[in-house]
């Protein structure tokens, strides 16, 4: 089977409701099992990051990408895979001056849809899975990352700011894995 | 806003592999928090049974569904909602004498892409949520059923099997809510 450079091949797709629910009911259920909100939000780190370096796979083979000559170039993937994936098209701002920082900020929490947090959950990075599957997708691709939200409409703010800040290159002889 | 009685109002999609992943996560982590598999069974049962409340609201705005006249029609209305939620499409078969029980035939499992089950997962029932789903959805429209996995792609069969059976009308008078 050929396939066109630059198109995107088909990709299944499901409810976006059924998806914020079915995440919702994940959430849910860590905040059961950690009392302490900033072990939930590293858990739900793990989990992205185990996502992450699983579904990059999907994503180049889809989109026949090849290896990106900047970081810049790096965030314009990723604003790709977010309208692929979850079906967002977040804005890419806050270039740091050195060129190895950016936010993607989205309208609205991304897989927030229908949530309301209880007061106790203040700290809460309701989407912090994205963080993982971010850091876990670029891993695989030899880029070291941190990413972390920074703004959340959940939180009370006007928006949600995912952050982006490059660490280093990983050698090839470094073999990226699961955490 | 009017709406056209039958047309089927946009939703929201997302991938299909991040939904399976994210779900897979899910059971991932209730198996680790309940060891007993026929537990994990009723918890990922008692998940969906909180999505179905939620999400008729969700189908019956969308599809202008009015009142089903008999459980065969109730049964195409599934079968609907499984494609515009899913994206799948399971047949309708196995009808009993008395047209009180049906199953909704998948060719794989429809959650389970990429999942291969560990060998003391016997008993799981891989894509139980959706049983949930089905009761808690019904009940809202005072329809009592039984639903249950009776063949699984992911433990071995040819057709992964949702058997759905009539139990009673509920009557207006006695209020369904939250488990």
Known sequence: MSR???????IKKVSGELFSLTY????????KDYENVEEVNRQLEKMGYNIGVRIVEDYLSRTNTTKC???RETSEK??????????????ITSWSPANDEFSLVFESNPVGEFVELPENCSNLKYANILCGVVRGALEMVHLEVATSFVQDNLQGDNVTELRVKFLKKIE???PPGDD
Request: hydrophobic share 45%; proline share 3%; glycine share 6%.
């Open 24 to 31: 919702g009911a994940l959430v849910a259920q860590i905040l």
């Open 78 to 91: 990723l604003q790709q895979a977010m309208k692929m994936y979850l079906n967002v098209s977040p804005q």
């Open 172 to 174: 090839d002889t470094v």
């Open 4 to 10: 066109q450079t630059g198109r995107i091949t088909d």
């Open 69 to 71: 000559t900047d970081f």
